[in-house]
Every structure is written in structure tokens, then in C-alpha cells.
């Protein structure tokens, strides 16, 4: 009796391929086809129905001829045309959407042990094991998520890749669908570390996080709540981790750095010492504020609202998400008319979101780089580009075209696709004018002097020894001033993220003399007999990874993506050897500007004010004294010469207490085997 039932699911899977409720005939299409079978309920000898929670088990198949020729339902035993053949879990995802005939889902690939996940590189999608099959839900376009997301790619920020695709569910088409990627941790998705339930103090504890602004529809938590300035809560809820294992230490970490920023942009703080630019990375902001704005987002700011911090990173904003209710459209099924293109998302009186979006807005130099930005984006050949984004349109259009056809037939959402993309483009334009005219002029921040920092040596992938047994211990950076004037590196930082570091405010370095960033100061002075100037976060990877040093606001002052093969040194990998330029003239991008060097390291050409730093300056708390070099002692001064305080040393760094001097200028007299330095600090 099971066999006969399980034989009549197969028979009447096969019939509803080419029959569905609408007497439809589906059979090939241009795009992948993605058939989903979930496994058959005991009780009913029918299908598992596929709900809201618990997930579903069952098989998915992917059709995909690696040629991009044409793909065929026949297709779907042939393993060379299955992109994908295994095991899945299933379940409806969705808020609002999911009041809708037209469902759409989160899927988990998994191993045959329905436990264990299976990393996979869908459709030429990084291998991963979460997925979200979008709907196109209230998008009569079909294209505002696949045209945002690919839109904040091009800008150069991470958002998730998206491939269209046809769905069969249970022998029922069920229309078109993105396949894309689900927002998480991941080397290739929001590259920050996986942050543990025991990283609670310390380093550990400022990363990573994946915190979002969004609804409560979902069943998690609100972690806090803020307000909006039209009165609105904004609730905030864990992502990374996840609500159910955060800790307190956690939880209090990631709120203060919200509340740190709202609080330096309520103040107007610019500066580099605890002003907005040391709190966040700006670029990822004004992105952002461009990605939703320049869509006219109706969910912006309020719901959908990522944000990502990685260990001893800033705070950044993103990935975008969500995006239907974009470019003029809305719900007006629900009486709600909300996407114009004449006024700003964060102060139009709905989903504004939390204050600090407003108040980088009405910062003079926050604002001078949101309009910079825009124009360059809106320049001909950028992605904002109208003839640019028209192109980019009309393909997708192309290609979505005859599955459009038989999405319409199962559903009837789609009234008048022409009339639809004939509006979105004409809002297009409308915005980009609008914008261009409000955000106004931005030549105090349009040619910013950036100092003559270049990166000259890096190692990657170090050799080990029975000395040095550990590889990513050994790492290091150096970072060469090529002008001859002192540079203050006070909001200097590692812009793209890999690899975290930021300059202590007001460190320096002086003119033709050179630095070295490691991975493990301990390591590295045990090796080379002097310490790093600093210790940067995580490790740098073996194989390719783009290293950006910027300033506080994001200008690029170098960047160099190194790679493990040729023309890039390739003794470099593991062979022993570090990648050095060979000269600071050339173009560091390029392999050919680099050998791989087994030189020994020394800081040479330094004088005392390259290796010392003394910081944070001013200060009303604690003062640190850093060096490359061992320090034997400090001494500190007042205004009119007095001593006041000696500290023996013995160590490359000391943290002194202040707290209790008076407020004014005071000199401090550092002692080394190479020397004395003094220098003057203040006491606030």
C-alpha cells in the first residue's frame, strides 16, 4: 500500500507540471527551474505542507545548463544539467507578504542526515547553506530587489547576489523568484568574525554584530528601542548573535555603540578623538543613505535596516534589504502611498527611522560627502547613471520577459509591466534631480589632501619554524610615510574589512620613516627584536584579500589587493618570504611592483617621534605611552617645568593615571635605549 501511494504522488506530480490551476503548460524556460518536493506526511500520504515554522524537509533540484542554453523539466534526471540535487529544509518567510496567495521562502541545504548543513554554491552564488527564494512580493516590476541589490554591488558595497529563476513546488508552478542569499556571517556575505557566547570581555568583545532595525513579526526579541524624531519607536533586534544566545556583556556592547554615535552626532561632533568619523565607517553610511534614498525606500531606516561591526571594526551600515516598496511603488492595498520622489525617507514624517540618520544629514560635513558621492555615482558610466540604469532595466526586462508571462497567468499581479517600467524611469529621473538639487554643493570635500602613506611590505602566509610554529601569528604590514614632514595618523584606519585596525588619536609618523602594523605584537618583537606599532584584528588571508588605508572620512589614501598567484611573488605564499614593493613610485596594485624579500625587518631612518605615541590627547583619565622600543622610564612636567611624576618602565607601553591632575599642559620626558623624547599633552 505505500509503494501504490508513494507511486500515485509521483504520477500526479508529473501531471501537475504540465497542468496547474490555471491550465497552464509549463515545460522550459531561459532561466534556472527550481523544483522543490517535500517529503510525504505519514498521516496523509500526502506532501508536508510547507508553513511559517517549523521547517519542512524535502528535495530540491536546480536546472541549469552550464552553458546558459535553454533549460528543460526533462532536464531533471540528468545529472549534468542539475545545479543542484540534495536534501533541503523549507519554511514561508515574509512579513505582510505573507497575506498573499504567492508565498515566498527560507531554504536551508542539508546533507542526507537532514541535520547537517551542505555549503553549495548555488547558481554560481558563493557556497553557502542559507538561501531565501524571494516572491517579488507587492512588485508589479518584478525587478526592484534584483535591480537595488545589484545596484549596491556595483557601488562597491556587499549586498546579496540574486539569480531569477522559475519554481515548482510539489508538481505546482509557482512562478517566477529570486534565488538569492540570506544576510549573515560569512567570508563572502558580511565578512565579520562569528562572535561567541564566551567573547565577553576584552577585544573579543567588540565583534562581530549583525544588528538590524526591523519588525517584531518574526518572533524575535527587541533588544532596545529608540525613538524616532516624528515620535515612532524603532525597535532594534539581534542578528549576529542570534537573540536566543546573546549576553548581557554583548548586548550592553553593541547598544553603547548606537548610543555613542547618536550621542557625538546630537553634539555635531566631528572630530577624531570621540567625534561620528572614529564611531562608524562613513562611506558604508552615505551608501546606505544614497541605496535608500536615491529608491525612495518606504520601509527605509525603520524596517529591513541592517548593520554590521566587526572586532575592533566600526560600526557600519548595511547590507540593504528589501527593497519592493521602492521607486514610487507601495502598498496601496493597504492605503498607504509613501515612495515619492520629492522628499527625504528620514524626515517625511513615517518610517524615518532612529535620529542619528537625520543628524548626519544635517551635518555640514557628513552632508558635503553624501552629495560627493551621489554625483560621482550619478556621472556617466556609474551604476545611478539614467542611460546607465535604463540599459540595465531594459536587460532585465529581456530576460525576465516570457517568464513574466507565465508568472501573470498563475497570479495576476502584474496589470501593465510597460506602463510599470515606463514609471519606474521616469521616477528615476524625477529623483536624480530632485536629490542632485537638495543635496547641494560639496567642494569643500571634493579634492580632500590625503598624507604620503604607502603599504610596502606584507606578509601574508609567514613559514613556521619550531621557533615560530604558528603562521598567522607572524603577520605583519608596513606602512612607509614617503614625505618628509611629519603625518598625524589620529582617524586613519583599514577601510575594507578583513583586517581591523584604527590609529590612536593624534599618533604620528615621521617624514621618510616607516611603520609595521602585526598580527601578534608579542610574536612579532620576539622575532624582529622591536615591537609592532600596533596590532591590527584578525589575519590576513593566504590566498587573495584587498587591504584599504583610508582617513577618517573614507578617502582612500592606499590600497593594494594582493593575490597568491602569478604575477604576484609567489614564494610569498608560504615559501618564507614577505611581499615587498621595490619601489614606492610604482603602482602597489600591480604584482610586478613587488618580490618576495626574506630581508631581516628594522625600523630604519626613525627618529624618536616615529615609534613613540603617546595618546588619547587631551585626556581627563588615563594617558597611554606606546613605542617600538623598549621605554625605561617616564617623567612628567607641569607648565612651568615642576616635576610631578616618574613611572619606571621596562616595557614597550604603560598606562598611566591622570585622573587627578589638574586641568592645563603638562610635558612628559620619555626614556629609551635610543634616546629621550618629550612632548607636551593636555589634561581636560
Not at 500500500?1 to 524556460?29: A, E, G, P, W
Not at 535604463?390 to 497570479?411: H, Q, Y
Not at 587591504?547 to 572620512?553: G, K, M, Q, S, T
Amino acid at each position: 500500500m505505500k509503494n501504490n501511494r508513494f507511486t500515485n504522488y509521483i504520477l500526479l506530480t508529473f501531471l501537475l507540471v504540465f497542468i496547474n490551476t490555471h491550465s497552464q503548460t509549463f515545460t522550459d524556460s531561459n532561466l534556472p527551474i527550481v523544483i522543490i518536493s517535500t517529503d510525504i506526511n505519514p498521516a496523509t500520504s500526502l506532501p508536508y505542507e510547507i508553513v511559517d515554522d517549523p521547517d519542512v524537509f524535502g528535495t530540491m533540484k536546480i536546472i541549469k545548463h552550464p552553458d546558459g542554453s535553454r533549460n528543460y523539466l526533462t532536464d531533471q534526471n540528468t545529472a549534468a544539467f542539475l545545479n543542484y540535487n540534495g536534501r533541503l529544509a523549507i519554511q514561508i518567510r515574509g512579513s505582510s507578504s505573507q497575506d498573499l496567495p504567492k508565498k515566498g521562502y527560507k531554504v536551508t541545504t542539508l546533507l542526507a542526515d537532514n541535520v547537517t548543513n551542505n555549503n553549495v554554491a548555488l547558481l554560481g552564488m558563493p557556497a553557502e547553506n542559507d538561501w531565501v527564494l524571494n516572491g517579488l512580493a507587492f512588485d508589479p516590476s518584478l525587478i526592484r530587489d534584483y535591480l537595488a541589490y545589484n545596484l549596491s554591488r556595483q557601488m562597491g558595497n556587499y549586498a546579496p547576489r540574486t539569480q531569477y529563476c522559475e519554481v515548482l513546488i510539489n508538481g505546482e508552478y509557482m512562478g517566477l523568484y529570486l534565488l538569492q542569499e540570506k544576510i549573515k556571517a560569512d567570508s563572502n556575505r558580511v565578512n565579520v568574525l562569528k562572535i561567541a557566547t564566551t567573547d565577553i570581555s576584552g577585544d573579543n568583545l567588540t565583534g562581530g554584530y549583525i544588528t538590524k532595525a526591523d519588525k517584531t513579526t518574526g518572533g524575535d526579541p527587541v533588544a532596545w528601542t529608540t525613538t524616532a524624531y516624528n515620535g515612532q519607536d524603532v525597535n532594534y533586534i539581534h542578528d549576529l548573535p542570534k537573540p536566543e544566545v546573546v549576553t548581557s556583556e554583548q548586548d550592553t556592547y553593541i547598544h553603547s555603540q548606537f548610543t555613542n554615535l547618536q550621542t557625538a552626532v546630537t553634539a555635531n561632533n566631528s572630530t577624531f578623538l570621540n567625534g561620528y568619523p572614529t564611531r562608524i565607517d562613513i562611506p558604508s553610511f552615505v551608501d546606505f543613505m544614497i541605496s535608500n534614498d536615491f529608491a525612495a525606500n518606504a520601509d527605509g531606516y525603520q524596517f529591513s535596516t541592517y548593520f554590521h561591526k566587526d572586532r575592533k571594526g566600526k560600526l557600519r551600515a548595511g547590507p540593504i534589504w528589501d527593497f519592493n516598496l521602492t521607486w514610487g511603488n507601495d502598498l496601496f492595498e493597504y492605503g498607504f502611498d509613501r515612495s515619492k520622489y520629492n522628499t527625504w525617507q528620514f524626515l517625511n514624517g513615517d518610517n524615518e527611522g532612529s535620529k542619528f540618520w537625520r543628524d548626519l544629514y544635517n551635518n555640514a560635513i557628513f552632508k558635503c560627502y553624501l552629495s560627493k558621492r551621489f554625483n560621482q555615482l550619478t556621472q556617466a558610466g556609474q551604476p545611478l547613471n539614467t542611460a546607465v540604469l535604463n540599459t540595465f532595466i531594459d536587460n532585465t526586462i529581456t530576460l525576465i520577459n516570457e517568464a513574466m508571462v507565465r508568472e501573470n497567468e498563475k497570479w495576476n499581479t502584474i496589470p501593465n509591466n510597460p506602463m510599470e517600467i515606463a514609471n519606474l524611469k521616469t521616477f528615476i529621473v524625477n529623483r536624480t534631480t530632485w536629490m542632485t538639487n537638495n543635496l547641494g554643493e560639496f567642494a569643500s570635500c571634493s579634492n580632500v589632501a590625503v598624507p604620503p602613506l604607502v603599504i610596502t611590505k606584507i606578509n601574508y602566509n609567514p613559514s613556521t619554524s619550531v621557533s615560530f610554529p604558528l603562521s598567522n601569528d607572524q603577520e605583519f604590514i608596513e606602512i612607509q610615510n614617503t614625505g618628509t614632514t611629519l603625518v598625524t595618523l589620529s582617524g586613519i584606519y583599514f577601510s575594507e574589512l578583513g583586517t581591523s585596525y584604527q590609529f590612536p588619536y593624534n599618533a604620528t609618523i615621521s617624514g621618510n620613516s616607516s611603520l609595521y602594523l602585526a598580527s601578534n605584537e608579542t610574536v612579532f618583537q620576539s622575532k624582529y627584536g622591536f615591537a609592532p606599532f600596533g596590532q591590527f584584528t584578525r589575519n590576513l588571508s593566504n590566498k587573495s584579500q584587498k587591504i584599504v588605508l583610508a582617513d577618517a572620512f573614507g578617502n582612500i589614501i592606499d590600497s593594494v589587493e594582493y593575490f597568491d598567484t602569478s604575477p604576484w611573488p609567489t614564494a610569498a605564499d608560504g615559501g618564507g618570504s614577505y611581499l615587498q614593493l621595490t619601489n614606492t613610485s610604482l603602482d602597489n596594485n600591480l604584482g610586478t611592483s613587488w618580490v618576495a624579500s626574506t630581508a631581516s625587518l628594522s625600523v630604519s631612518n626613525f627618529d624618536l617621534d616615529s615609534v613613540i605615541t603617546l595618546y588619547p590627547n587631551p585626556t581627563n583619565l588615563s594617558l597611554t605611552v606606546k613605542s617600538q622600543f623598549n621605554i625605561d622610564k617616564i617623567e612628567i612636567y607641569d607648565v612651568l617645568g615642576k616635576f610631578v611624576k616618574s613611572i619606571q618602565v621596562n616595557a614597550n607601553e604603560i598606562q598611566t593615571d591622570v585622573s587627578n591632575f589638574s586641568m592645563g599642559m603638562y610635558f612628559m620626558k620619555i626614556y629609551t635605549q635610543y634616546g629621550t623624547k618629550t612632548q607636551k599633552w593636555f589634561k581636560n
